[in-house]
């Protein structure tokens, strides 16, 4: 019983520590948008930022859904912002 309880408490603060990690990852690359609009005003790149709330939205889903199937839309919609976010600038 103790074993299951210790296997339990440590996949759930992977889970959580998973959970951050993609948040810092999806957001991180707006926080960079600022300086490089600074130096390169020119440059449109401030369109990406219309990414940022798709982005947002994806995030608090991925901490919302619980493990399964439902990871797999939250992927390809990743996907998609990624896409969109290199397209646009």
């Known amino acids: 019983m103790t074993a299951k309880l210790c ?3 440590i996949e759930g603060h ?3 520590a998973t959970r951050w990690l993609y948040a810092a990852l999806m957001l ?3 926080l960079a948008l600022a300086p490089l ?3 390169m ?3 449109h790149v401030g369109a990406a930022i219309l990414c940022a709330p798709f982005a947002f939205a994806i995030v608090v889903r991925f901490f919302r859904e619980p493990p399964g199937r439902g990871l797999n839309v939250i ?3 990743t996907a998609q912002v990624q896409l969109a976010f290199a397209i646009l600038p």
């Open 37 to 39: 609009m600074r130096l």
């Open 28 to 30: 991180a690359p707006f």
């Open 14 to 16: 992977r889970g959580n």
């Open 41 to 43: 005003p020119d440059a």
């Open 75 to 77: 992927l390809a919609r």
């Open 7 to 9: 296997n339990s408490a």
